[in-house]
């Protein structure tokens, strides 16, 4: 069974560009989670998506976005880059049939962002 | 919002010797995690907790989810040096954040031969 891939796992970008990461989850999980890492915040949740609707959202700005499609892959959205956002993009996948159902989150190896 | 103290931030241990670190919050969780990560990889998945009280071994390594709801802890037993990375707990609370994981700060584990 295949595990969570992201794509690219190498990025660098200029201030003031976009990016758009993707993310595909574990075959039969609906549920998809982002996470940034950073050595000075560590790992902090941006937004969680189930069935093509965002369930939750983290203290991010408004130029980070996210969408899921109806295979439940994922994207992630940066716009206006900022050299703050450099850091690893991680995303996890789980199967989550809904609220109150415990699940385990399977991470992907992450993309690496640098912002120069 | 909801923070996880998680401690120690970092251990250098001999090789053989057992290891043992620990996550507390300030809000109840109902499902604790706890991942292993090594540099240039995601999180991967060592040990999950789903009850209060609950006691689970996965080879060398145990963790408890504690009666509070509010802390958890990890102990591997007689270390090996392919344990080296940064260890992190996370907490959820699935009836009000979906899937969303709560990350403790990481413990880097140093394993001398």
């Known amino acids: 069974k295949a595990g969570v891939t992201q794509t690219p796992r190498y990025l660098i970008k200029t201030r003031g560009q976009q990016v758009t990461l993707s993310c595909s989850p574990i075959s039969g999980h609906r549920s998809v989670s982002w996470y940034q890492q950073t050595p000075g915040q560590g790992l902090q949740f941006l937004f969680e998506?189930?069935?093509?609707?965002?369930?939750n959202k983290g203290n991010f700005p408004g130029r980070f976005s996210g969408r899921q499609f109806s295979n439940s892959r994922s994207e992630m959205n940066v716009s206006t880059l900022e050299l703050g956002d450099s850091a690893l993009y991680l995303c996890?996948?789980?199967?989550?049939?809904?609220?109150?159902?415990?699940?385990?989150?399977?991470f992907g190896q992450g993309t690496r962002l640098t912002v120069v | 919002g909801q923070q996880l103290n998680q401690s120690p931030q970092s251990m250098f241990i001999q090789e053989g010797e057992d290891v043992s670190m620990n996550c507390t919050s300030s809000s109840i969780f109902n499902t604790w995690l706890w991942y292993k990560q090594e540099p240039g990889e995601g999180p991967v998945l060592l040990i999950a907790?789903?009850?209060?009280?609950e006691l689970t071994s996965n080879g060398r390594l145990t963790a408890q989810f504690g009666i509070t709801r509010k802390d958890s802890f990890l102990n591997i037993s007689a270390s090996i040096p392919s344990d080296v990375g940064i260890y992190f707990c996370?907490?959820?609370?699935?009836?009000?954040?979906?899937?969303?994981?709560?990350f403790g700060e990481g413990t880097q584990l140093t394993v001398n031969p």
């Open positions: 996890a996948s789980s199967r989550s049939r809904g609220l109150r159902m415990n699940t385990e989150a399977f």
């Open positions: 998506y189930f069935s093509e609707t965002q369930r």
């Open positions: 996370a907490g959820q609370l699935q009836e009000t954040s979906g899937s969303r994981l709560t």
């Open positions: 907790l789903y009850k209060a009280g």
